[in-house]
T-cell receptor, first 106, second 114 residues
Framework: GIQVEQSPPDLILQEGANSTLRCNFS?????LQWFHQNPWGQLINLFY???GTKQNGRLSATTVATERYSLLYISSSQTTDSGVYFC????????FGDGTTLTVKP | GAVVSQHPSRVICKSGTSVKIECRSL??????MFWYRQFPKKSLMLMAT?????????EQGVEKDKFLINHASLTLSTLTVTSAHPEDSSFYIC??????????FGSGTRLTVV
């Protein structure tokens, strides 16, 4: 099956800092999504981005399908951004990466 | 759009009993839904694919007799954990896929078996 690697596994930021999270995948996919799992376990869909670039407020994402990676940018981070960020890809079935645990300190 | 409702959000049950978790698509029809399990500080593991009107497809290593899935309508899939044991304690999440939004997830069910 498809392998998904996310980096870094853990990230600690000071409020206001910017960050970049990476997702590498091992094969062609027809779907890629970024999710934020909050401390209560809820998975929030951030971007549905099999290719190209999208922006939503302080967040943006870029997927380069031909090179099999996607990046999630968080600018001016806030404490509410804390949680686990998952990348999920699918070519039929969905496969999740292990996530990046982000902690934003005030 | 594309809202998936899951309940209960939290359940505690005694060892040996069965627990049913419901997953509903509220504003769309879902011919296919997915059930995941998540261990603490771990990623989501796909357990099974639930297909409306037919048998679920289970991933390798998932006991289909323990984790019963029923997808009787286009808006409802249920997961029943039968004869639950403490090792079944986990966070269970369902999802459905839509054309415009990709995968949409329910809010999850935290199962504790005592």
């Amino acid at each position: 099956g498809i392998q998904v690697e996310q980096s870094p596994p853990d990230l600690i930021l000071q409020e206001g800092a910017n960050s970049t999270l990476r997702c590498n995948f091992s094969d062609s996919v027809n779907n890629l999504q970024w999710f934020h799992q909050n401390p209560w376990g809820q998975l929030i869909n951030l971007f549905y981005i099999p290719s190209g670039t999208k922006q939503n407020g302080r967040l943006s994402a870029t997927t380069v399908a031909t090179e099999r990676y996607s990046l999630l940018y968080i600018s001016s981070s806030q404490t509410t951004d804390s949680g686990v960020y998952f990348c999920a890809v699918s070519a039929g079935k969905s496969t999740f990466g292990d996530g990046t645990t982000l902690t934003v300190k005030p | 759009g594309a809202v998936v409702s899951q309940h209960p959000s939290r359940v505690i049950c005694k060892s040996g009993t069965s627990v049913k978790i419901e997953c509903r698509s509220l504003d769309f029809q879902a011919t296919t839904m997915f059930w995941y399990r998540q261990f603490p500080k771990k990623s989501l593991m796909l357990m099974a694919t639930s297909n409306e009107g037919s048998k679920a497809t289970y991933e390798q290593g998932v006991e289909k007799d323990k984790f019963l899935i029923n997808h009787a309508s286009l808006t409802l899939s249920t997961l029943t954990v039968t004869s639950a044991h403490p090792e079944d304690s986990s966070f269970y999440i369902c999802s459905a896929i839509t054309v415009n939004y990709g995968y949409t997830f329910g809010s999850g069910t935290r199962l504790t078996v005592v």
